[in-house]
């Protein structure tokens, strides 16, 4: 909760002087006489106080599951449970980023007493996704208007539609608990790797008994390795990828947030390990695991974890305060194990989330960058940040990492998790 | 107009009332029908600027065309206004219609970032307008703060309704909150008012220039404590 004055009324003690003196030059009672009234009026800030915000917010959604590209009405309303009036409640309803308004206002502003009641409706246009409501924020005015009181109310409320989840194509291969990721290793298998000479320990099964029947020899067969793949989703959420193509517009995090939300949905049949990592106003790092309490971990991190806001940090609080890049960096190679595969999700708009990719592909691990395109073609400014996003993706590339230029009008394709991309 | 975002716009009523307050007080201080007639055109005309590119249910008169009629009316109004026999009927006037002029394009906006500065710059002109007709006897005290109340009223409404539109959108239903913000102000002014002519009609007339200067410097220290 912030309580700010707005400085609304600053300067209006002047009116008073003035009167006051040009009453007292002019020998004129009457004007001077409007300089008392101007005095009452500097004083009328000061009558009252910022007032005690004790609200709630009850969000009702009309299909929490549509189709996509349904209209979707969603009621709010908002009660004041405090004993204070709200002569000047302001409630911004937080619609979820991907999510467009069609009709109604999702803004509205009411007079509430103590218990009383205001609702407001508008509808939005549901797309593919799960989509959740983000905290409403209210700013509530004195009724003077001299004091601002914002706070943010939760309601937990989230939209799903349904052909959100890309149609995961099914895989050939010997099923059981062994992944789909064929290792050029040596070991437990099914494909016939190479023979090497025994070793206490090994398996009785794996021994080549024919070899052994013929020579007196003992050998031990080897098969190629087959592993789960272990990825890790990273989402850049700096300052910085807060970018969106324009004014109203979805931004570059919101969208690399609706395609982590689709490879979580595509990864987890596979039965792959999924990890969540962001770069961001608050370092968040989930390892990779299996599991449906994991994918619901996940998907819970990604609702509620304050690097996954989708709105920009404020000023100069959230981006000087966020620990620096390669910092982070450093902390994700120390906790990840070293086989873990990448997938960093960055609009790529400044130079140091390139180094931080190719650091992570130096490290060993199999990095891939999916880049949400939130460049425009309007100005000239525009124009060249297209053409250095266009360079950033050009130079990853050439250091022979698989880059995924998204255009994110279009739902980002399991074309993504052909398992060449992420073969090591 | 270029770099206007029309959806931050301040909202519609409060800007209506607030053009409608700074008419009221130029009215206050000039009761002759010419005077009057000056101030309705100035406000239709302003009503016409200020209504532009705005969307309403009822039909309003849109466009360039009324626009510029909107413009010319604000200016045949000053003429008028300037043309006036009597000069105080003049100064009662022409600060007026300048400054409901100001705070009609300070809530048109004219530019979102001066919009502010624009409905301040109203508050002056009108305020000038009431120290002038004070200092020319043009009318007499009720007038004087009844005018200057109704000013500042018309700020307040301007600022409340910019400050909706730029955190709300114009779209957002804000009327309840306009009135009832509006109508405290109004409503602690016409106190004001009350309190400021009980003390001038028991006693404020008889005092010396001294005790004056002494009042002034207890004024001044109040003011100077109440900004800290």
């Known amino acids: 909760m912030t309580v700010r004055a707005t400085g609304r009324w600053r300067g209006i003690a002047a009116v008073a002087l003035f009167f006051v003196a040009v009453g007292l030059l002019t020998d004129r009672p009457a004007t001077l006489l409007v300089g008392v009234v101007g005095a009452g009026v500097a004083a009328y800030p000061r009558l009252s106080g910022p007032p005690t915000v004790d609200v709630d917010v009850e969000r009702r959604v009309g299909d929490s599951r549509p189709a996509r590209g349904e209209p979707v009405t969603v009621t709010t309303r908002v009660t004041n449970t405090g004993d204070d009036t709200l002569a000047d409640c302001r409630v911004l309803d937080g619609v979820p980023p991907m999510l467009s308004v069609t009709s109604g206002s ?284 266009a360079l950033r993706l050009r130079a990853l590339r050439g250091a022979d990492l698989p880059v995924v230029d998204w255009d994110p009008s279009t739902p980002l394709g399991t074309v993504l998790l052909e398992p060449r991309r992420w073969s090591a | 107009m270029v770099g206007v975002s029309v959806s931050h716009r301040p909202t519609p009523l409060a800007s209506g009332l607030a053009v409608l307050c700074c008419g009221v007080s130029t009215a206050i201080l000039a009761p002759t029908v010419d005077q009057r007639l000056a101030i309705v055109a100035a406000l239709v005309g302003v009503g016409l600027v200020v209504a532009r590119g705005r969307e309403f249910d009822a039909p309003v008169p849109d466009g360039a065309v009324w626009t510029a009629v909107g413009a010319a009316l604000v200016v045949a109004a000053l003429v008028r206004a300037e043309t006036l026999v009597d000069p105080r009927h003049r100064i009662a006037v022409v600060p007026g219609i300048v400054g409901t002029a100001l705070v009609g394009l300070g809530v048109r906006p004219v530019s979102d970032r001066f919009a502010r500065r624009f409905v301040s710059a109203g508050l002056a002109a009108c305020l000038v307008g009431v120290a002038l007709a004070g200092v020319f006897r043009a009318a007499g005290p009720p007038r004087l703060l009844g005018a200057a109340v109704a000013a500042v009223v018309a700020w307040d409404l301007a600022e409340h309704g910019i400050s909706l539109g730029e955190q709300l959108r114009t779209d957002a239903e804000t009327r309840a909150v306009e009135l009832v913000h509006g109508a405290a102000t109004a409503a602690y002014g016409a106190v004001l008012v009350a309190v400021a002519l009980v003390l001038y009609e028991h006693g404020a007339t008889g005092l010396s220039l001294g005790t004056l200067l002494l009042l002034l410097a207890a004024a001044v220290t109040l003011l100077a404590l109440l900004y800290r």
Not at chain 1, 119 to 139: I, K, M, N
Request: aromatic share 4%; net charge negative.
């Open chain 1, 106 to 389: 999702p803004r509205h502003a009411a007079v509430l007493r103590p218990g009383e009641t205001t609702a407001f409706s508008y509808a939005v246009e549901a797309d593919a996704g799960r989509h959740q409501f983000d905290p409403a924020t209210v700013l509530a005015r004195d009724i003077t208007g001299a004091h601002e009181v914002e706070t943010t109310v939760t309601a937990g409320t989230e939209i799903r539609c349904a052909d959100a989840v890309p149609d995961v194509p099914v895989r050939d291969q010997p099923d059981g608990h062994a992944g789909r990721l064929v290792t050029d290793e040596g070991g437990s298998g099914i494909e016939f790797h190479s023979v090497r000479e025994y070793r206490p320990g090994d398996p009785i099964g794996r021994i080549d008994s024919k070899r052994w029947a013929r020579t007196g020899e003992l050998t031990t067969v080897e098969f190629r390795e087959e592993r789960p793949t272990s990825v890790l989703l990273v989402v850049d959420a700096r300052a910085p990828a807060y970018r969106a193509a324009a004014d109203g517009r979805p931004n570059a995090v919101a969208h690399s947030i609706t395609g982590v939300e689709q490879l979580l949905a595509s990864l987890s049949e596979r039965r792959d390990a999924v990890g969540l990592a962001a770069f961001g106003r608050e370092p968040c790092f989930e390892a990779p695991d299996v599991g449906t309490d994991h994918e619901e971990t996940l998907y819970r991190l990604l609702g509620t974890h304050p690097a996954f806001d989708s709105n920009p940090p404020a000023g100069l609080s959230g981006g000087s305060d966020a620990p620096a890049l390669d910092r982070q960096v450093t902390r994700l190679r120390k906790r990840l194990d070293r086989d873990a595969q990448v997938v960093v999700l960055s609009p790529l708009t400044d130079e140091p989330i390139v180094a931080a990719v190719r650091t992570l592909a130096a490290a060993g691990h199999a990095v891939t960058v999916i880049s949400p395109d939130v460049t425009a073609d309007g100005s000239l400014g525009e124009r060249l940040a297209a053409r250095e996003r």
